[in-house]
């Protein structure tokens, strides 16, 4: 499999989930572990482009595909993703446990819908919950994001992973 | 590690796939897995065998035949949401498919999985049902056809044979005034309470241990569901009298 452009072996144990292979064999603790059931949305990650629950995937299965966890968007010195700037600039975070998740599964609306609704937008972050700072502010972070993404929105070296319809 | 220990199955065709289920004891398969993976996580699942379906090559196909549309085991429920061709020949399941838990869920997640999952709250078995579809079911024996009335049988219960895997859902056109409605705590929750109408027919979910057909002027007649902290059964009951009022006013 390939995480963050890098081709990576996967695990000997088939039972280890994909969240947890990226934390404890890969060292990419960017991902959280929330709830461990798919739905808090903490582990999101994209998968071929589109945003899936590191949680609700054996590591196994990620055989063959590309990853992008949040370590992945952008470059350790280069500028932040437009969603991570986004974030950023509007205080879409507090304790920041929830964030990464947030931001992948932004990074996905935003590749699915460049010019979300706020319907579209509500629906797009409903699936990852936040307990400190409320929605508010994330949501700004969503129009934010939109105004700063040059299109296709994509990160730094992934090449066509993020431009959304690389789902298999 | 959170599941517990399972044999690793990967097959590559459907007929290896069918080999492994009909000569291993104890086997799941396993498709999107956002409902299984969850049960393993939690180890309220402990299958000793899971097959990953997940490597057969051409089963992800969306088609039309036999005046309905066609979906296939690895069809992912965000690919059905954008389709074409679901859009034109059944809209109710694209309308569905919105309500089912988020679009990174539906990313991963598939339509046949959650029918051969038959969760009672989920509102895909509740459409094939209301639709009169069928599915198709594969084991080393050969290929059968189950319609909708015939498949679920109980809470998370079909009647596929441990043998078998659900290979394909079909879901009938229908040129009637169809919609889906249920009622929820938030967005993407599963329901309290929903119901599905298909021209004069009318499907319920949430409120027994199957997915039911329903008299749409008497929707609640023979209903015993349960209570819970979400909601208390009298409730319910009054969501399926309101949501179908609401189905059919229009």
Not at chain 2, 229 to 239: G, K, N
Request: glycine share 10%; with cysteine; aromatic share 4%.
């Amino acid at each position: 499999m390939k995480v963050n452009g890098v081709e990576r072996a996967a695990p000997d144990d088939t039972r280890l989930l994909l969240s947890d292979h990226l934390r404890h064999e890969l060292g990419l603790t960017g991902t959280h572990v929330g709830c461990e059931h798919g739905v808090c949305g903490c582990c999101t990650v994209l998968l071929d482009g589109a945003p899936i629950r590191s949680c609700l995937m054996l590591a196994v299965q990620a055989e063959g595909h590309e990853l992008t966890t949040i370590e992945g968007l952008a470059r350790d010195g280069a500028a932040l993703h437009p969603v991570q700037q986004a974030f950023h600039e509007c205080h879409a975070l507090q304790c920041g446990f929830c964030t990464p998740g947030f931001v992948m599964s932004v990074v996905g609306l935003l590749a699915q819908h460049p010019h979300p609704t706020t319907q579209q937008i509500e629906e797009g972050i409903s699936g990852n919950l936040c307990r400190c700072t409320g929605y508010a502010s994330i949501r700004r972070a969503v129009h934010r994001a939109m105004e700063l993404s040059p299109l296709p929105l994509g990160g730094e070296g992934q090449g066509e992973g993020l431009q959304g319809g690389g789902r298999k | 590690m959170k599941p517990p220990p399972f044999t690793y199955h990967a097959p590559g065709s459907v007929d290896e796939a069918c080999t492994l289920l009909g000569t291993l004891e104890d086997a799941k398969v396993l498709a999107g897995g956002q409902s299984l993976i969850p049960l393993l996580n939690f180890r309220l699942a402990r299958p000793q065998h899971l097959i990953d379906i997940n490597r057969i090559a051409g089963l992800d196909r969306i088609y039309e035949r036999d005046g309905g549309v066609a979906v296939q085991a690895l069809v992912r429920q965000a690919t059905v949401e954008d389709s074409d061709v679901v859009a034109r020949v059944c809209p109710l399941l694209t309308d569905a498919i919105h309500l089912v838990a988020h679009r990174v869920i539906r990313n991963r997640g598939t339509v046949c999985g959650s029918i051969a999952h038959a969760d009672p709250a989920s509102e895909l078995p509740a459409v094939l049902l209301a639709l009169g579809g069928s599915v198709v079911a594969k084991s080393t024996r050969g290929e059968r056809v189950i319609g909708a009335g015939a498949l679920f049988a109980g809470v998370f219960e079909t009647t596929l044979a441990p043998d078998e895997i659900l290979v394909e859902a079909w879901f009938p056109s229908s040129s009637k005034p169809c919609s889906v409605i249920e009622e929820s705590r938030r967005h993407g929750d599963f329901a309290l309470a929903g119901v599905v109408r298909a021209g004069d027919r009318l499907a319920l979910f949430g409120v027994a241990p199957t997915p039911v057909l329903a008299d749409r002027l008497d929707p609640t007649r023979g209903l015993e569901p349960s209570g819970d902290l979400e909601a208390s059964a009298d409730f319910r009951l009054h969501l399926i009298r309101a949501l179908t009022a609401q189905a059919f006013a229009a």
